[in-house]
């Protein structure tokens, strides 16, 4: 069978769109394997989510975001702005400000142009006290840990996931290495990933980020907005400032109403095409 396909990207995380409506029924059983045959990079399409949307409602947009492996997973940042400027440019919803819920979890998106589309990534939470991080000049963030002989010090940001954020004078070290040596430390849960951040200014921050492998693909939006978490507790940036990460650039603003970080890129189209998915009863 046919399916019709988007390649489309934010700041080089890759997503592919399928239009779940126009979905044959077999494919829609059969989604989790649709799944790792699109997004294989040597056999499929290729990239890090399948996001199928479902029949929009007004301001509320359903739709199943998978792994490369088949299993359904919440939605990056990136994949969530693929979606919206997608569904705002297919009337699958009739305003700019919306809600898309990926299985029960709702995230708020706004178009803001024809190339930009802004995403509520919630609050920030810190891990060790299980409550909402806020800047608090009388707390101090950052936690040390010995790498190879040396005292390496982090802060601990959890934003759907865990980050170890290091600042760094620039990036003229061993990146990954320098990486992994961290992350092999008894202090870091599995999963957790090491955000390096340099602070040009109070409103610019170069981001650079290592996922252990065998974890899912990097979201390097969850990543700045934790490095910007981490630069204002520390007492090194402004609330609001742009991350320049490898594959493009991000405006990110920490909210003080509601403490939530909105993170605000591109959402690009890459390709469309056609996919041929042989459907099967049994894997």
């Given at each position: 069978?046919?399916?019709d ?20 029924e ?14 294989d ?13 479902g ?16 299993d359904e997973?919440?939605i990056?940042?990136?994949?969530a ?7 705002s440019?297919?009337g ?13 979890h709702k995230?708020r ?7 930009n589309?802004?995403?509520d990534?919630g609050?920030?939470v ?7 991080i806020?800047?608090s ?6 936690r040390?840990?010995?790498v190879?002989g040396?005292?390496?010090?982090y802060t601990p940001?959890?934003l759907?996931?865990s980050y170890a954020m290091?600042?760094?004078p ?6 990954r ?13 599995d999963?957790t ?9 109070r409103?610019?921050?170069?981001l ?7 974890e899912?693909s990097?979201?390097e ?13 520390n007492?090194l940036?402004?609330?609001?400032l742009?991350?320049r990460?490898p594959?493009?650039?991000?405006f ?6 509601d403490n939530h970080?909105w ?21």
């Amino acid at each position: 069978m046919e399916i019709d396909f988007f390649k489309m990207q934010g700041c080089g995380d890759d997503v592919v769109v399928v239009d779940g409506t126009r979905l044959p029924e077999e494919a829609i059983r059969q989604t989790p394997r649709l799944a790792r045959r699109m997004l294989d990079r040597r056999t499929g399409v290729g990239g890090n989510s399948l996001v199928v949307l479902g029949s929009g409602a007004g301001s509320l947009l359903p739709v199943r975001c998978l792994d490369p492996e088949g299993d359904e997973t919440t939605i990056p940042c990136a994949a969530a702005r693929c979606a919206a400027r997608y569904a705002s440019d297919s009337g699958a919803v009739n305003t700019n400000d919306f809600l898309i819920d990926c299985d029960g979890h709702k995230v708020r998106s706004q178009i803001i142009d024809s190339t930009n589309v802004r995403v509520d990534m919630g609050s920030p939470v810190s891990i060790e006290k299980a409550a909402e991080i806020r800047e608090s000049l009388r707390e101090s963030f950052s936690r040390s840990v010995l790498v190879n002989g040396r005292t390496v010090t982090y802060t601990p940001i959890s934003l759907g996931r865990s980050y170890a954020m290091v600042f760094v004078p620039d990036f003229s070290f061993p990146v990954r290495r320098t990486a992994r040596e961290i992350a092999g430390g008894q202090d870091f849960p599995d999963g957790t990933g090491i955000g390096f951040v340099q602070v040009c200014s109070r409103e610019e921050i170069r981001l650079r980020t290592w996922e252990a492998p065998g974890e899912a693909s990097a979201d390097e939006c969850a990543a700045a907005a934790a490095a910007l978490v981490a630069s204002v507790v520390n007492g090194l940036s402004d609330r609001e400032l742009f991350a320049r990460i490898p594959g493009g650039d991000l405006f990110l603003q920490w909210d003080e109403s509601d403490n939530h970080i909105w993170v605000t890129g591109p959402a690009a189209y890459v390709f469309t095409g056609t996919y041929d998915f042989t459907a099967e009863t049994t894997e």
